[in-house]
């Protein structure tokens, strides 16, 4: 257990795949709000900044939003926390940017409280946590510049180092490998957690008890985004009764399947649940932030896998393309008449 901890980081797939897929909602979170975002968390937004500054007095919280009243500070603000979520996500100078993101969702969480939901608060939780993890190792221009630079160093040999650099040098990689470890250690303990604490919830209540909990869910006006397709759904009580029961069921039983094969249909079955959230009670955001941090449970060659049939697919497609061009260009050319000599057009006279 001391070597799983301390010599090799641990679900690097999965921290990349946490880190694309929490700055790629937050980037659509925001340009999604765009158009609101005066209101929300502006300066002439109802909540005002000296009303946010109260709270945070109260609460401890604290904002980069409520430094000044200005609308020009608050535009930059905005510019600034769309590109730290762009950069985040496509792995560009990650340990900088990781604590840069997670200061922008802390701030924007913060400066209007009363805005979020579900969804903000996983992203606000995992946006620190991933502070700790070595979320650029993969799939991120960082792990691209690493690979080109060893290209560029081909077969040279590595300076020699002293005793005391290398002993430094080795007691960096294994700070980085606990702290990397210890941080994916507390992501998955808190999806535990959630998943757990919300089942056991469900338990204590009388309407997920008899089946009817996502029968009044449907007819709630708040989370009615098609009112014709929560209605068409819940003309069916039988299998709403049962997904009710089937997702008390996962969310009690999540923790204890995780080390077995069973957690792949339950990821799966929870993964169509959070779909069907998205759509019919219209939390996109939180969904997403749910599949994504379910996503720290595949093992790294769950990733590997995909990323071997995703090239392959690809190779294929390309190769398709270039028989089809191939054939294009090689197609047979009519044959064209040839020159005409003196005594066959002499004859053609006759």
């Known amino acids: ?72 500070y608050f535009e930059l603000c905005y510019a600034a926390a769309l590109v730290t979520s762009t950069l985040f996500m496509l792995g560009w100078r990650t340990r900088l940017l990781s604590v840069l993101f997670a200061v922008v969702v802390i701030s924007f969480h913060a400066r209007s409280i009363f805005m979020t939901d579900g969804g903000d608060n996983l992203i606000l939780l995992m946006a620190v946590y991933l502070v700790l993890t070595a979320c650029g190792r993969r799939w991120s221009l960082d792990a691209r510049r690493v690979r080109i630079r060893a290209a560029r160093a081909g077969d040279t040999t590595e300076p020699v180092r002293s005793f005391l650099s290398q002993q430094l040098r080795d007691a960096r990689i294994a700070l980085i490998t606990v702290v990397h470890n210890c941080g994916i250690f507390v992501i998955a303990v808190q999806v535990c957690f959630l998943y757990g604490s919300t089942g056991l919830y469900k338990v204590q209540g009388a309407t997920w008890g008899n089946g009817t909990a996502l029968h009044y869910a449907l007819n709630l006006e708040l989370f009615q985004p098609w009112p014709a397709l929560s209605h068409l759904v819940d003309q069916y009580p039988l299998p709403v009764a049962l997904a009710c029961y089937m997702t008390v069921l996962l969310q009690v039983a999540f923790p204890f399947v995780l080390f077995g094969r069973l957690k792949y249909p339950v990821l799966a079955l929870l993964l169509c649940m959070h779909i069907g959230i998205a759509v019919l009670m219209g939390l996109p955001l939180f969904s997403g932030a749910m599949i994504v941090a379910d996503a720290v449970f595949l093992p790294d060659r769950f990733y590997c896998l995909l990323w071997r049939l995703w090239k392959r697919a690809t190779q294929r497609i390309g190769a398709k393309d270039a028989d089809a061009s191939l054939g294009q260009r090689s197609a047979p050319v009519p044959a ?10 002499s004859s053609a006279a006759r």
Do not use: C, K
């Open 1 to 72: 257990m001391w070597a799983l901890v301390t010599v090799r980081p641990v679900s690097l797939y999965a921290a990349s795949v946490l880190r694309i897929g929490y700055g790629l909602l937050y980037l659509i979170f925001l340009l999604r709000e765009f158009p609101y975002r005066h209101e929300i968390w502006g300066p002439s937004s109802p909540w005002t900044p000296a009303l946010a500054r109260q709270l945070f007095d109260q609460t401890g919280w604290n904002s980069i939003l409520t430094l000044s009243d200005s609308r020009t």
């Open 336 to 345: 064209q008449p040839g020159p005409v000599s003196a005594t066959t057009s």
